[in-house]
């Protein structure tokens, strides 16, 4: 069973500026909700309701938002607005959250190893906020989680297809073919952001990720790479050399929110989802 989840939450946000200035990232609405009130919401679709996030400076909003509000929800106790507060009063009920700060931008890798004192010696998740999944049915935690159910000592990426020209955005994942399953594949490779002559596949792992503990060891010893950063996927590059890592083709819809194009294309979606009555 995952129990908890983290939220690597302490980037800057400069593709947003000036948004981003004072506001951190990960509260950016698409619609009336935060982007990582969203990703909380998927980890307790998984059952997951011990919530790790790591923040860094001007991250405070992110500690109030999941917090009680008593001035603001006795203000608009007995009114019509009270119905806006359902939700994040139940998750602020439901769940624990933990923060810890990273002190200096060093890469998503980085950021999960700062996670380490959250999080302890047990299998978890990893959630980047940035890219928002459309929970239809089974959202794609819950979809990981039961994958990893099948296969526990295992390290699980979430992976989608895309366009080759694109495939140096994301970390790439070579995988052995497989008889038995068309959505779950061992990994044999993979590569961060690699030169566009140069990409292995066109299976990109997006934010959703299972880690065991061992990644924390692994993490310890991983050089920086690309962009002088410590990389998740070179750390776990090392345990897919020992056939630990399996890449997971999810169902469902993923928007880059790490990026304009992609905000807006998720607002006009949930935009049209949503009832507008
Ligand atoms: C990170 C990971 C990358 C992954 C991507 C998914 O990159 O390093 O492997 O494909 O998230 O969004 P970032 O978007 O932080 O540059």
Redo the contacts with the bound molecule.
């Keep these: 069973m995952i129990k908890k989840c983290l939220f690597p939450a302490a980037g800057y946000g400069t593709r947003f500026l000036p948004a981003t200035k004072a506001i951190p990232k990960e509260m950016l609405p698409i619609l009336t909700k935060p982007l990582l009130q969203y990703g909380v919401e998927e980890a307790m679709d998984a059952d997951i309701y011990t919530m790790a996030i790591v923040t860094g400076r001007g991250k405070r909003a992110i500690e109030d938002h999941f917090d009680r509000s008593y001035e603001l929800e006795h203000q608009i106790s007995g009114t019509s607005k009270d119905i806006l507060m359902k939700d994040i009063r139940e998750i602020v009920l439901k769940c624990t959250f933990s923060y810890t700060r990273q002190i200096a931008m060093k890469g998503?890798g980085h950021a999960v190893l700062t996670g380490e004192v959250l999080i302890g010696d047990e299998p978890f998740a990893v959630l980047?906020a940035?890219?928002l999944c459309d929970n239809v049915g089974k959202s794609v935690l819950k979809q990981m989680s039961e994958v990893y159910k099948k296969f526990p000592e295992h390290c699980i990426v979430a992976v989608e297809e895309v366009p080759k020209e694109s495939a140096n955005r994301?970390?790439i994942v070579e995988v052995e073919p497989s008889r038995e399953s068309s959505s779950i594949f061992k990994v044999v490779n993979m590569v961060?952001k690699p030169e566009i002559d140069k990409v292995p596949s066109n299976l990109?792992?997006?934010?959703r990720y299972i880690l065991m503990p061992e990644i924390f060891g692994v993490l310890k010893t991983t050089k920086p790479g690309i962009g002088g950063e410590i990389?998740?996927?070179d750390a776990l590059l090392t345990l897919a050399k020992q056939g630990k890592v399996l890449a997971y083709k999810f169902k469902g819809k993923r928007f880059d929110c790490?990026s304009v194009n992609g905000f807006v294309e998720a607002t006009n979606y949930f935009y049209d989802k949503h009832d507008n009555t």
């Excluded at 990109?204 to 934010?207: C, D």
């Design positions: 998503l980047l940035d890219d994301y970390g961060e990109a792992i997006i934010g990389q998740i996927t790490g």
